[in-house]
């Protein structure tokens, strides 16, 4: 899988309504060969996680001695968002929105609170009309699926789009954008088609079980959605059927993503909406539910303890090949508002604040080694400033309070091999060695006018 170079970012202008794509060099996120042992640090695993709640974070607050601080080594400053390379006004519903759904690295759906849809090529900078929907989606999630076209051709994959709102009055809750010829000429130039699917089973259910859609991911052929409450259901997108895996869920919140150098899928945990998590959802496939362990979370001890989770944005996290990731945590900063408004304090005080960070993953083998296809570690070592300990939560994405009993991955920063028995034991796969490296991370401007919406 290659290292993509770019991240998109969506944002909108609340006063104009307008929708904005940018394009960032990932290379903001993410240091260079020669400094990243120096420089990058290990994130802890997280046994216990940090409250979401803004009292019992306030509690919690109280009983520490010192605030986290983000120092000039672990975030750089405000990034300057380059100017927009696409820009949409929806115009659809007394309300219009956009939603974006990336189809690849390079490509971006478009589609309007009404039926209409666009896809944008970032590379060739066109705008590509596509078929509308056939019905309204007001709270939409999407999938990309590959499609059993050449390697390298981006446009055989489908997209599959289904509304969460989960009325069984919809009578359209679930389709698929695809790209395909004509069934009725097969030489005939391929082209985007809208086809209707078997509305999930869920949506009939009677509306006082109905809770809503906790997570979605691809595994194989399969779609897999998990429910807040009724277990997960898989659509089948050979066949096209539903079926009900289990009454277990996902450990995810939102989409995961799937990497196919570590086997296993990424996305943000289910337990705290702002943490990143790793899980093998590969049992599905047969027919059984994920294993509970390993299971990976880890937190970022270096957030300032001012800096309360944002309940009402969720942190997205996008696949860069390679191992690495970007990251999109949202915060609001309730800097002196905790101690002198006490309980009546809400979550939706305090100012937003918006942190995107590169991360790097890097799975040890049974040598003792971490094995990574990044250019920044040919040789397979463990690199990193953290000792890749498991440890408790004591700040708002969990600090270092407890060490790990389970055997992880521990380095000390220089980039190279431990020669310790001990240490190449930590390492070992068979011990979870699994480790979550931080680089860079950057501020990012946040109002009503520079508001962001994603990360694709």
């Not at 997280?46 to 120092?71: E, F, G, T």
């Not at 040919?378 to 060490?403: F, I, L, Q, V």
């Amino acid at each position: 899988m290659s290292l993509r170079r770019y991240v998109n970012l969506l944002t909108e202008n609340g006063h104009q309504g307008i929708y904005s794509l940018r394009r960032l060099n990932s290379d903001n996120f993410f240091f260079p060969a020669n400094e990243a042992a120096a420089k990058a640090r290990d994130l802890p695993r997280l046994r216990r996680l940090p409250p979401q709640d803004v009292h019992s974070w306030i509690a919690q607050k109280k009983k520490k001695k010192h605030a986290a601080a983000l120092s000039g080594q672990q975030v750089e400053s405000i990034i300057r968002s380059p100017p927009p390379m696409f820009s949409v006004r929806p115009t659809s519903g007394d309300r219009p929105e956009l939603n974006s759904f990336p189809l690849s690295g390079t490509k971006i759906f478009f589609a309007e609170s009404g039926k209409r849809t666009t896809l944008y090529d970032t590379e060739a900078r066109c705008a590509i009309t596509t078929p509308s929907l056939h019905a309204p989606k007001y709270f939409p999630v999407a999938l990309s699926v590959p499609g059993p076209g050449t390697e390298g051709e981006e446009d055989s994959g489908s997209l599959y789009i289904m509304d969460t709102s989960l009325d069984s009055w919809n009578a359209t809750p679930f389709e698929a954008l695809i790209c395909r010829r004509p069934a009725a000429n097969k030489f005939a130039q391929k082209t985007w088609h809208c086809e209707a699917l078997p509305p999930p089973p869920f949506f009939s259910h009677p509306r006082e079980k109905y809770k809503s859609v906790l997570s979605y991911a691809v595994v194989g052929d399969l779609i897999c959605v998990s429910l807040t409450i009724g277990g997960t259901y898989c659509f089948d997108t050979v066949s096209r059927t539903w079926s009900l895996a289990g009454d277990w869920q996902m450990p995810f919140s939102g989409k995961a993503e799937y990497d196919p150098e570590l086997k296993l899928w990424f996305g943000v945990s289910v337990d705290n909406h702002q943490l990143p998590c790793a899980a093998d959802l590969s049992p599905i496939l047969g027919g059984r539910a994920p294993k509970k362990q390993p299971r990976y979370i880890w937190g970022n001890p270096d957030v300032p303890g001012d800096w309360f989770p944002d309940l009402y944005y969720p942190a997205n996290i996008v696949s860069l090949g390679s191992g690495r990731f970007c990251i999109v945590n949202f915060f609001r900063d309730m800097e002196g508002l905790s101690s002198s408004w006490g309980d009546e304090l809400s979550d939706t005080d305090g100012m937003p604040v918006v942190l995107i960070s590169g991360l790097e993953v890097l799975a040890c083998n049974g040598n003792g080694k971490a094995s990574s296809s990044s250019d920044s570690d040919k040789d397979g070592n463990c690199s990193g400033k953290g000792n890749g300990k498991e440890t408790s939560s004591d700040s708002n994405t969990g600090s270092s309070s407890d060490s790990d009993k389970d055997g992880n991955c521990s380095g000390k920063g220089n980039g190279k091999e431990t020669s310790s028995d001990s240490d190449k034991e930590n390492c070992s796969r068979n011990g979870n060695g699994l480790r979550m490296i931080k680089h860079k991370s950057r501020l990012c401007r946040h109002d009503y006018t520079f508001n962001v919406k994603s990360l694709l």
